[in-house]
């Protein structure tokens, strides 16, 4: 969970010791929790550094700004997402099997961290280019990889699909949290239902 | 746009008189266009009464607090979303065609209206059971008109195929602002490669 970033984020400045990561995950955790409860504008910097019985100085040693900070909260978001999708895929042979891991991976992933869901979509309201980057790079490095198996693709247009897939793992993880499903549940209604709608459709054509 | 709500919204007083629905509407522009430039925390009823040039106690008429009126611009919006939705399906006799068009009316809408993401996903800040209660509801009557031509489904699971299809339109819709898609590129782009998927699936099967 508090893996450390691999590459740079614009405002953010990752820490060189291990005291430094110490002080720097108080501050990611204490904010997190304090925007999912209250919104962005409510938090202030001095609340978040409060939460995480730090002094406001030590804000500012790691990140130029608020929204700086809710910038690494998504782009974590989005690399523990991506590991956590590449850890699922990786025994997988077929496209159809990528799918369904991967779909289960997100599902998953949803149930155990629901806050993703305030963190992603409530990006909207703190920085409108956060979130249209956020969806724009994962559904051009989620083309890239339906290109690699495009003779198992039913149709080129990969970008659509795209868009498609993030949308139905999207809306099958908020139904997972909604009804609070078990892994058990989650492999029923993938086998069950996702797994034919990816294979067959979802309209019987006569 | 301006059409007025048929069933009562719980901690909101609908007008009774024109004057009354000038200044109803007026306040709920003015909370809508704040809401999307500043969090729903940010913005105060003086603000509101203040871009909606009333007094605040004419609020109070209305809205017993700020959160009524939020509730009020979610059931609005998924009022406003169903009626797009069913007069574009009226004239549609098999689901094939109810699907595609019922697609095409949602990301139309969400062209002409982006800011139903920051409403409807901004929900989630502000409460977070009216955010699910607006996906359990749209999902459940989803399900219902899709059990309805259950003779034209691959599958019986209509509740998976309910959030999944909303998962779909959802993001074709960002897509579609994100790309600034033309009418004309929203048709391709369903007639291309949203009514394949539904009808063969995406993944080829040997």
Known sequence: MNQRPSKPIPGVNL?????????????TGAAEKLFTRSSFHEVSVSDICRAAHTAVGT???YFETKTDLYRYL??????????????????????????????????????????VYNIIWGSLAVDKQLFKDYYVSFAKSYARALTEDREELCNPDVMTLSYALMGISSFLGLRAIFE???????????????????????????
Chains 1, 2 share one sequence.
């Open 15 to 27: 820490p060189k010791t291990q005291l430094g990561w110490d002080k720097f995950y108080a501050l």
């Open 180 to 206: 609070k499903m078990s892994e058990a549940e989650v492999d029923k209604m993938l086998d069950e239902s996702f797994l034919p709608m990816i294979k067959e459709g979802i309209i019987r054509m006569p």
């Open 74 to 115: 998504v782009e974590d978001y989005k690399r523990r997402i991506k590991q956590s999708l590449s850890e699922s895929i990786a025994p997988c042979t077929t496209r159809l099997e990528r799918e369904r891991e991967g779909c289960k991976a997100f599902v998953m992933f949803s149930v155990k961290n629901p806050t």
């Open 59 to 61: 804000f500012y040693i």
